[in-house]
């Protein structure tokens, strides 16, 4: 199994400002995957981030809101830009290995 | 279109008695089914998978039913106990790449 951390675990932030949550992982993996998950709700992708090629944003979310970076296998950002009350959720990272799916502790996020 | 039907929204089961979680899919191209249980303020943890060679997998108390031809699954937890109470999900996949995922069961164990 993999073992994903995820920064920060909470955070507080305020309407127009930008929050990056980092991500990282203790085995090489190629696929990364974003989730939001609002509260009580199911899982929806954000977007795919595979190491070495631009992320693959599903339908309703865009790389100016929501850019994401993958600079080696271990590691990747999703940075939440001018954030409003909408944007207050649970964001997960997820990886791909050995024909698994291990998804992060989340990083809930609420905009004031 | 949601990908992924899961029933039922919520499930109260004594302790002791037999949790059952449905899902149902369209896509025949999917070839791998995870169920993920979720507590509160955790993120999902993959509690068992299986894929469409098999009818079922079994692993501890938590037994997977696939029922190929009527594009089925189902969760099965044995013996369910107030340590299950969670929400369960399941997901469905092609080839690895894109997951969809069911709207989540919460399952409360009564003592």
């Known amino acids: 199994s993999a073992v994903i951390s995820q920064k920060p675990s909470r955070d507080i932030c305020q309407r127009g400002t930008s929050l990056t949550i980092q991500c990282q992982v203790d085995s090489q993996v190629t696929m990364m995957f974003w989730y939001r998950q609002q509260p009580g709700q199911s899982l929806t992708l954000i977007a795919t981030?595979?190491?070495?090629?631009?992320?693959?944003?599903e339908s309703g979310f865009v790389i100016d809101k929501f850019p994401i970076s993958r600079p080696n296998l271990t590691f990747s950002t999703l940075t939440v830009s001018n954030m409003s009350p909408e944007d207050s959720s649970i964001y997960l990272c997820?990886?791909?290995?050995?024909?698994?799916?291990?998804f992060g502790p989340g990083t809930r996020l609420t905009v004031t | 279109q949601q990908q992924v039907k899961q029933s039922p929204q919520s499930l109260i089961v004594q302790k002791g008695g037999i949790s059952i979680i449905n899902c149902a899919y369209e896509?025949?191209?999917?070839?791998?089914f995870p169920w993920y249980q979720q507590f509160p303020g955790k993120g999902p943890a993959l509690l068992i998978a299986i894929r469409p060679d098999v009818s079922e997998k079994k692993e501890g108390r938590f037994t997977i039913s696939f029922n190929k031809s009527a594009k089925q699954f189902s969760l099965h937890i044995m013996d369910s106990q107030p340590g299950d109470s969670a929400t369960y999900f399941c997901a469905a996949a092609a080839n690895f790449n894109k997951f969809y995922f069911g709207s989540g069961t919460k399952l409360n164990v009564k003592p």
């Open positions: 896509n025949t191209a999917f070839d791998y």
């Open positions: 981030a595979n190491q070495g090629s631009e992320a693959t944003y």
């Open positions: 997820s990886v791909g290995l050995a024909d698994e799916q291990y």
